[in-house]
């Protein structure tokens, strides 16, 4: 069983960076695309950012191009967002998600549960 866990939340200023980690177990890294969530109180989880399988795809949601990254390293089976230049609209729980697919389109297969983070202006 695929087994995704988050850390790295926490809480920062405007303007600040965080890096997030998302630890994949239970499964052969190289065959899920992964992709970070977020959902802020009162609001719809939404794509955030996701990255293929073999990282060659990258793609963002328009409100974080520019400040946040997409990575993967197999070696270490992990998946990391580094975001910069937080804004107080960032703030939500984020939320690592994968599929085993070329591209993870549509609804993944696991989530992780889920990692604070809170942007004071």
């Known amino acids: 069983q695929v087994r995704l866990v988050e850390s790295g939340g926490g809480l920062v200023q405007a303007g600040d960076s965080l890096t997030l980690s998302c630890l994949f177990s239970?499964?052969?890294?190289?065959?899920?695309?992964m992709a970070w969530f977020r959902q802020a109180p009162g609001k719809e989880r939404e794509l955030v950012a996701k990255?293929?399988?073999?990282?060659?795809?990258?793609s963002y949601t328009d409100s974080v191009q520019g400040r946040f990254t997409i990575s993967r390293t197999t070696a270490k089976k992990t998946s990391y967002l580094q975001m910069n230049d937080l804004k107080p609209e960032d703030t939500a729980v984020y939320y690592c998600?994968?599929?085993?697919?070329?591209?993870?389109?549509?609804?993944?297969?696991?989530w992780g549960q889920g990692t604070q983070v809170t942007v004071s202006s």
């Open positions: 998600a994968a599929k085993n697919a070329p591209t993870l389109n549509g609804r993944p297969h696991y």
């Open positions: 239970g499964g052969i890294f190289s065959d899920y695309a």
């Open positions: 990255i293929s399988r073999i990282g060659s795809t990258i």
